[in-house]
């Protein structure tokens, strides 16, 4: 039998590298005193389909039940554990995930994650927690050359709520900057008629490069003191990682919110030597609402298949094979103690050239059994 579209078996170093993953990330958030959550595989569509959280349930795996209501394969943590969350009393406000997510509309059907969730903490620090915790993470992983990017859902929602366009045009401007389309982001914008904002928004596209940046913008907006006051606060943060040793950090303030829930605070983690994507996150406020609680939230999530694939190669231990038959076979696993720390294997026939470092075979000498390289 063929395997759906999307899936796929693995075996391997891949295998164990993710294990190192999921091992490294459990070990650095009991040391940061997290408590671990975990929420069902299958979840109804409505909890992720609503206009709190907006996905597309065309992204989705889905069916339906025995009364008809549609079910899906988890498509996000975020959203999950909000809702588990907002179903009973709790008083820790750190909580740590792993495991996968399903979506149609990223390569493969499965994405596996790790990830924390920091609820009912001030701002800053669950902001600056969620960047400290991604610097130890790497370091226990001996994964370097991070770049963390900074960016404000804010500041486009600040500049697009002054002009008057319709929800389909808000949403065609936002894909346009999410892709980088400067001249696309001005079209749509002019629709308004307001071309002092259609230019801002325009010149945000290009917005993304160095800290320093903060400084241009800060000028910028002096007379602006709801985008001046999110600057001050990515600024704030950046200076606080920076502080701890995070000393490659970009800003992007065309940054947009790929989720409705996103409210604040967006930043993400690149893989200088690929450009690769290793984490995202941000402040997600509004999103308990759709569970009748006011709160602060913010989370993380990396991606534990690219952080898998970063892993340096351990070098691998010598292997040995001893070929053994019924009469030698206890020898053989006898033998099998004195090569402590390398990896032997007993066979029964010789293995294939190049498949091992060192091959054994027994012989009778004199009543006794004696093994000898071949």
Aim: negative net charge.
């Amino acid at each position: 039998m063929f395997l759906p579209e999307g899936s796929q078996d693995e075996m391997g170093t891949v295998v164990k590298n993710r294990a190192t993953v999921f091992e490294m990330f459990r070990r650095t958030a009991e040391k940061r005193n997290y408590t671990e959550i975990s929420t069902p595989l299958v979840e109804y569509a409505d909890t992720f389909t609503n206009e709190k959280v907006g996905m597309k349930l065309q992204n989705m795996l889905k069916w339906f039940d025995g009364r008809g209501q549609i079910e899906v394969l988890r498509p996000d943590w975020t959203t999950s554990i909000a809702r588990a969350l907002s179903q009973k009393p709790f008083r820790a406000c750190k909580w740590a995930y792993q495991g996968s997510v399903f979506r149609m509309d990223t390569p493969g059907l499965e994405n596996r994650q790790v990830g924390i969730e920091m609820v009912d903490l001030p701002e800053l620090l669950g902001e600056g927690e969620c960047l400290f915790f991604a610097h130890d993470f790497f370091n226990r992983l001996g994964v370097t050359g991070v770049m963390v990017e900074l960016g404000h859902a804010g500041i486009f929602e600040e500049l697009v709520a002054r002009l008057n366009l319709e929800d389909g045009q808000v949403d065609r401007l936002r894909g346009a900057m999410h892709d980088k389309r400067k001249d696309e982001v001005f079209e749509i914008a002019s629709l308004s008629g307001n071309a002092k904002i259609a230019a801002e928004l325009a010149g945000l596209v290009d917005a993304y490069g160095s800290f320093e940046m903060i400084r241009t913008f800060q000028e910028r907006w002096k007379t602006e003191p709801a985008l001046s006051d999110m600057l001050i606060h990515i600024e704030k943060l950046g200076k606080i990682c920076m502080a701890v040793g995070m000393e490659d950090i970009m800003i992007d303030l065309g940054r947009v919110k790929n989720l409705p829930y996103y409210t604040g605070i967006l930043f993400r983690g690149f893989l200088k030597q690929t450009g690769a994507s290793c984490f995202s996150g941000g402040r997600y406020d509004m999103l308990y609402e759709q569970f009748h609680r006011q709160t602060t939230a913010v989370g993380i999530a990396f991606d534990a298949d690219m952080l898998a694939e970063e892993l340096a190669q351990e070098e691998k231990p010598e292997k040995i094979c001893i070929i053994a038959g019924e009469e030698t076979l206890a020898e053989a696993e006898k033998l099998r103690a004195a090569y402590g720390g390398k990896i032997v294997d007993i066979r029964f026939a010789p293995p294939a050239e190049g498949e091992f470092n060192k091959v054994l075979k027994f012989k009778n000498v004199s009543g006794h059994w004696e093994a000898e390289e071949i």
